[in-house]
């Protein structure tokens, strides 16, 4: 199963929601890897500088890899954000809700991804 997105948050998330369901995904894992789309999708929007990133999944045995595509070549950092900081926490979050994440240069821009595994 494989689908590329429009960069609406909401269908983005939906279609995802709806693939990982049909494919028996339990519901906690549903939600994280929608929380973790969602903030690659805004990293794309706020850091990339990307009005309209491609969003792209896909199961293949029982991996999901979600892919989010923005045009900036700056490389994603993990930031330590201060006690009282409002924001910089996006990148911790990927990490504490999905098994692998990443990034992969392009000629132009890069694909940020996270990986899950089915407990199935």
Same mark, same amino acid.
């Given at each position: 199963m494989c689908t590329r997105n429009t960069?609406?948050? #909401?269908?983005?998330?939906q279609s995802?929601?709806?693939s990982m369901l049909r494919c028996g995904w339990d519901p906690e894992t549903v939600?994280?890897?929608?929380?973790a789309l969602m903030e690659l999708i805004v990293n794309a929007w706020r850091h990339g &500088?990307? #009005?309209c990133p491609v969003v792209f999944f896909s199961l293949l045995g029982s991996t999901l890899r979600v892919t989010v595509s923005d045009e900036s070549d700056v490389l994603p950092e993990q930031r330590t954000p201060g006690e009282?900081? @409002?924001s910089g926490r &996006?990148? %911790?979050l990927v990490e504490g809700l999905t098994h692998r994440w990443g990034v992969?240069? %392009? %000629?132009k821009g890069k694909l940020v991804?996270? @990986?899950?595994?089915s407990a199935a």
């Amino acid at each position: 199963m494989c689908t590329r997105n429009t960069p609406s948050l #909401a269908l983005s998330r939906q279609s995802l929601r709806h693939s990982m369901l049909r494919c028996g995904w339990d519901p906690e894992t549903v939600f994280n890897a929608e929380l973790a789309l969602m903030e690659l999708i805004v990293n794309a929007w706020r850091h990339g &500088g990307t #009005a309209c990133p491609v969003v792209f999944f896909s199961l293949l045995g029982s991996t999901l890899r979600v892919t989010v595509s923005d045009e900036s070549d700056v490389l994603p950092e993990q930031r330590t954000p201060g006690e009282f900081a @409002e924001s910089g926490r &996006g990148l %911790q979050l990927v990490e504490g809700l999905t098994h692998r994440w990443g990034v992969d240069p %392009q %000629q132009k821009g890069k694909l940020v991804w996270f @990986e899950l595994d089915s407990a199935a």
